[in-house]
């Protein structure tokens, strides 16, 4: 299993951007998709994005698109996601995850990280 934490998160004015970055442990990250999912208080865990392992394809929600980007870095084993045009609905706690030679969207995903705060105001 590979280790995931999160980090990048905070406090922002609607409008505003953030990166966020997830740092994986373990030699075999090119071997894992990667993605980002988001729950938001009283709401279920929803897919953002997902990059495949050599980032050729990339996959975003709808309610996403054109205003975050999903990247990665294999000789750093770092999966980032930077947020633009943020929007108040955007708050949620963000999780990395890792799906060993997935897609990139994948309807199971075997590790996930703790999670990261991201509070928009309006």
């Known amino acids: 299993q590979v280790q995931l934490v999160e980090s990048g998160g905070g406090l922002v004015q609607a409008g505003g951007s953030l990166r966020l970055s997830c740092a994986a442990s373990?030699?075999?990250?090119?071997?894992?998709?990667m993605g980002w999912f988001r729950q938001a208080p009283g709401k279920e865990r929803e897919f953002v994005a997902g990059?495949?392992?050599?980032?050729?394809?990339?996959y975003y929600a709808d309610s996403v698109k054109g205003r975050f980007t999903i990247s990665r870095d294999n000789a750093k084993n770092t999966v980032y996601l930077q947020m633009n045009s943020l929007k108040p609905e955007d708050t949620a706690v963000y999780y990395c995850?890792?799906?060993?030679?997935?897609?990139?969207?994948?309807?199971?995903?075997?590790?996930w990280g703790q999670g990261t705060q991201v509070t928009v105001s309006s």
């Open positions: 995850a890792a799906d060993l030679y997935g897609s990139g969207r994948s309807k199971t995903w075997g590790s």
């Open positions: 373990g030699r075999t990250f090119s071997s894992y998709a």
């Open positions: 990059i495949s392992r050599g980032a050729s394809n990339a």
